[in-house]
């Protein structure tokens, strides 16, 4: 299975978007999956549903600073970091959940929407996983 796969598997099979996205890179980045979960939960929904920044471009940032940064140079790393964003809202038209969940009633409580038939055939999550994912695999190829 591509990463690609693996995210749109993660989030289908509840996981959320940002936790979907970090965990199809578990293997390689050697933490256990308990840690990643815990790690990256916060993030689903745009920042704890807050509907920002989109919970899968915030994974796959997660990933690549993990797996290709020095925890020092900030400079490196945010130059790929704005790269892959910039192909994630080139490919989807926004890196913002609220944007990105245009037409689809999703509220900002803290409270989730329980993963039902109609919720995964409402919202374009699963395949935002699945493109967060193919752009972290290719920066990670590249560096």
Known sequence: MT????????????????QAVVLAFKDEMGLSV????????GF???????RLTCGAVSGMC????????DGQDKLAIYSVIQKACADFKKE???IICAELLEGVTADKSPVPDA??????KK??????????ATIT????AQN
């Open 3 to 18: 990463k690609s796969e693996i995210a749109l598997q993660n989030f289908n099979s509840g996981l959320n978007c940002c």
């Open 137 to 140: 695999e290719k920066y990670l």
């Open 115 to 120: 993963r039902t038939e109609e919720y995964y």
């Open 123 to 132: 919202r374009p999550c699963g395949e935002l996983c699945s493109i967060a």
């Open 34 to 41: 308990d840690d990643l979960k815990k790690l990256s939960i």
């Open 44 to 50: 689903g929904g745009g920042l704890g549903r807050q």
């Open 62 to 69: 997660m990933v690549l600073s993990y797996l290709l940064s």
């Open 92 to 94: 989807t038209g926004s």
